[in-house]
């Protein structure tokens, strides 16, 4: 039995709706390898998973519509910043299978800018045609969902069947199934290419592709080191994010818990002044990824990711294999067109 067929729990029997376009690839990087030491580099593409710009939502995406569709909803309920590519991912996948989608944009950055507020992921929500709603507070998890299950009520008084995906914990961790799959289909990948990896960097944000791919590798019997880099929290409390996470897991697919408290690996050196907040750092790994391997990285998430990762290459030892797992975000560096311009416009 191949890697990319065997079976990790129930996780094969959960309901699961197809959105991607296929495999993503792994590419090495040597133009980086050749600046940064002695380490081999890869980048695993999720930001070629293929929907609406693609990216890594729609691997998690998967799960909760496929729970949706059976169900019988015809309407998507979801959360999430301004610029969240998470909510554009649900509005194509929604329009892909035919249902509406009603996406709630919370205030969670701090920008007094026009551009950031309808740019971006804001303008590609309104080209699929969701129905937009605002939310004050950026870190009230809690309230965000409390507020979609009052808008899912307003629906259901209407007639229609809405499917709600929550952002706070305490619901099942169906997006998270997505990257235990995902590690599945890198592991098969590699064996093909005959890579042996030492580290896996990502970043880590709601847990879902962090847990995901940290619990598939261990379900698997893979030993990596999976490194995750801050995005929204500090280590300490993503720590305790990614543990349930992890737990949550294993009881959604009916099988042993297989991540270790040592297994948890985070970075929050880059997090800078917090969730969505550009700095130096975000702008010298956008120039970098760009200019050896014409990868485009986002000022949010893979930026940050990538900042950590470039750590993690130039402290390996000769030899060592580390891949990066580019999310994806592209259309969210459009809404961060005046710092972004700002800083390659100016000498590097």
């Known amino acids: 039995m191949t890697v990319r067929t065997r079976p990790i729990g129930k996780l094969d029997e959960m309901p699961h709706a197809r959105l991607m376009s296929g495999e993503t690839p792994i590419e090495e990087m040597p133009r980086l390898a050749a600046r940064l030491g002695a380490a081999r580099l890869y980048v695993k593409r999720d930001d070629m998973t293929g929907l609406a710009f693609g990216g890594n939502k729609v691997r ?3 799960y909760y519509i496929g729970e949706a569709v059976a169900g019988g909803a015809d309407t998507i309920l979801i959360t999430g910043a301004v610029q969240s590519n ?3 991912m649900a ?3 929604a329009c892909k299978m035919g249902m509406e989608c009603h996406i709630q944009l919370e205030n969670r950055v701090p920008k007094n800018d026009p551009v950031y507020a309808t740019s971006g992921n804001v303008l590609i929500d309104k080209m699929l045609g969701a129905t937009l709603y605002s939310y004050p507070d950026g870190e009230d998890e809690a309230g965000a969902d409390a507020r979609l299950s009052e808008i899912a009520g307003e629906l259901r008084a209407k007639g229609q069947t ?14 998270a199934l997505g990257y235990v ?8 990948q590699c064996a093909e290419k005959d890579i042996e990896l030492d580290d896996v960097v990502l970043a880590s944000g709601s847990g879902h592709t962090h847990g995901g791919m940290l619990f598939g590798l261990r379900a698997l019997g893979c030993p990596v080191r999976v ?8 280590a300490r409390e993503q720590r305790g994010r990614i543990s349930s996470r992890c737990g949550e897991i294993a009881e959604l697919l009916e099988t042993e818990p297989v991540v270790e408290d040592g297994d948890i690996i985070l970075k929050d050196d880059f997090l800078g002044a917090g969730y969505g ?12 990824a760009a200019e050896t391997e014409g990868l485009i990285l986002d000022p949010v998430y893979t930026a940050k990711a990538f900042s950590g990762f470039l750590e993690c290459a130039k402290a390996a030892q000769e030899g060592q294999v580390l891949l990066f797992v580019h999310t994806g975000g592209t259309p969210a560096i459009f809404g961060y067109e005046r710092e972004l311009s700002a800083a390659f416009d100016a000498p590097a």
């Open 277 to 288: 907040r550009v700095n130096d750092q975000v702008f010298d790994a956008m120039r970098l």
């Open 86 to 88: 998470f909510v554009r």
């Open 60 to 62: 998690q995406l998967e």
């Open 162 to 175: 809405p499917y709600i995906i929550h952002l706070a914990p305490g619901h099942p961790p169906l997006g």
């Open 227 to 234: 490194t995750g880099v801050c995005v929204r929290r500090n």
């Open 181 to 188: 799959d995902a590690a599945r289909e890198l592991l098969s």
């Open 91 to 93: 509005a194509a996948s």
